[in-house]
């Protein structure tokens, strides 16, 4: 439930963009998963072309979505470069993540090898996996491109081809659309590197559904070591959450293609492990159980937060996410709208769809609050996002309370709007305004927003976003015909409510 937050397009493979994209203007990569060697895999690309003495080659130390120095670098070893007479050109690593390669203009190969993030989920880890990568040669793959592909410094926005050469079982489940040279090879473009590693890849043999969701391509792929027939039953669950999202964004889901690359790692032991990334087209699961039946229910409430996702960061996202760096990042201070507001239409969406009762939505609730009673709630929403990495022991509180905050902005926001508008309405707004390549500047969204809506919404955001004032649930919720009890956490529906609290009630959770 974290956020990989970024932008990318589906490359249309037409004859002559193959031509532009051959060229020496892009990153020319070759990945080897078929002969690996002691559990790495191989790596080699040529740069594009350039007239640099040097260049700072970079593997990320973090990616979007986790707020902790990850270092993918430290994966890889054996780094070497060569000129076009195969003669070596000096390299020297500068830390963790980052080489120096001299004589860049010279050079005609880089290489090196990449050993897995993972092997299994049994081992213990602090590391959220879903962000690295795992290999297992002859049976599957996860990849995520930021552990094994890096870029220069002083050469970024540059597209990118990558040939794969893979058992020739294999299928490519991703995002992006593979091309098959021949049974052991692979190809793919992305048009720079934020697209590529916002594309991870599940290479197995396949167990693949695709469903049809509007003008929506999903697909889900799964992957387990003994069970190879399961997909079509996750996608007849995950089909039923899709289709109500598509109802509550407005009738369109603002995607051509979304991927699910599910893994599931089967254990003799009790308890439920779950781990999970999501990216602007897809989402990358990784579950561990004694059992499979608890599977649908997990990827149920992980498909619709996970998929939400597609409206913000995809749609709508600040300068800070947009020119994204890799190495040392600014981070924004909008974690609210990222995902407590993608929280916030994950549990508000079942109830508006009436896919649940009007008891489990209260359930929903009174866990959201319980739950954000374990934090330090005097802590500013924005501060804190901007904050986030230094503040982890916070962070998993803007699925509570910034999931509650979007629950008091929505009824806020109808109760000016005499039922007519809500958070949705304003998600709509803001993808009109900072669609697909365009962003906000941080310091001004509050005020695009109180312009877009109402003026008293400026008070909302300086009082309870960017003050620290607590968030006026028990006020809010009575005007929706709610009670909150401060002391035990319940809520409840008020007996006799009055018209105005019916109405804002039936606008709010169609109830």
């Not at 491109?145 to 970024?156: A, P, R, T, V």
Request: aromatic share 12%.
């Amino acid at each position: 439930m974290n956020t990989l937050i970024k932008l990318f397009f589906v490359i249309i493979l037409l004859p002559n963009v193959m031509i532009a994209q051959t060229s020496k203007k892009n990153y020319e990569y070759s990945i080897d998963l078929l002969h690996m060697n002691n559990d790495e895999v191989r790596v080699s690309f040529s740069p594009p072309k350039n007239n640099l003495k040097q260049g700072k080659f970079i593997i990320p130390k973090l990616v979007p979505g986790f707020y902790q120095a990850m270092n993918f670098g430290q994966y890889v070893s054996d780094f070497s470069a060569t000129d076009k007479n195969g003669k070596k050109v000096v390299t020297e690593r500068l830390d963790k993540n980052s080489w120096m390669v001299h004589d860049l203009n010279r050079v005609k190969k880089i290489s090196y090898q990449v050993a897995d993030g993972w092997d299994s989920l049994e081992k213990e880890s602090n590391e959220a996996r879903s962000a690295g990568s795992m290999f297992i040669k002859d049976s599957v793959f996860v990849i995520n491109y930021n552990s094994l592909i890096g870029y220069f410094e002083e050469m970024k926005e540059i597209p990118y081809q990558i040939t794969i050469t893979k058992n020739k079982d294999f299928y490519a489940s991703s995002a992006l659309d593979y091309q098959q040279k021949n049974k052991n090879t692979d190809m793919v473009w992305a048009k720079d590197y934020r697209e590529l590693i916002d594309s991870p890849v599940l290479y197995s043999v396949p167990d693949t559904t695709w469903l049809k969701i509007g003008h929506t391509k999903v697909l889900v792929s799964f992957y387990n070591k003994k069970e190879r027939h399961y997909s079509k039953t996750i996608a007849h669950e995950i089909e039923n959450i899709l289709k109500n999202q598509q109802a509550y964004l407005g009738g369109t889901l603002p995607v051509k293609k979304y991927a699910f690359l599910i893994y599931y790692e089967s254990s003799h032991e009790n308890g439920f492990l779950g781990d999970g990334l999501e990216h602007s087209h897809s989402t990358v699961c990784l579950y561990r159980s004694g059992s499979m039946k608890f599977l649908p229910n997990a990827l149920n409430r992980v498909a619709s937060h996970e998929f939400f996702h597609v409206v913000t960061p995809l749609n709508i996202h600040s300068g800070e996410i947009q020119h994204y760096d890799f190495l040392n990042p600014v981070m924004s201070q909008h974690l609210w709208l990222y995902e407590g507001m993608t929280e916030y239409a994950t549990i508000h969406m079942p109830i508006k769809q009436k896919m649940i009762s009007l008891e489990d939505f209260e359930k929903s609730l009174e866990e959201k609050i319980n739950g954000m009673k374990a934090f330090d709630n005097t802590l500013s929403l924005t501060e804190m996002s901007k904050k986030s990495m230094e503040r982890q022991d916070q962070y998993m509180n803007f699925y509570l309370k910034g999931a509650l905050l979007g629950l008091c902005l929505d009824i806020r926001l109808r109760e000016l709007s005499n039922g007519k508008t809500g958070t949705q309405d304003l998600m709509q707004m803001l993808m009109k305004k900072y669609g697909a390549g365009k962003y906000f500047n941080d310091d001004e969204l509050f005020d695009e927003i109180t312009k877009m809506t109402f003026p008293e919404i400026c008070t909302f955001f300086r009082d309870y976003v960017e003050g620290t004032q607590p968030i006026p649930l028990k006020e809010y919720l009575e005007k929706a015909g709610f009670n909150y009890d401060e002391t035990n956490g319940k809520v409840t529906p008020v007996s006799n409510p009055d018209s105005k609290q019916i109405a804002l009630r039936k606008a709010w959770i169609n109830q």
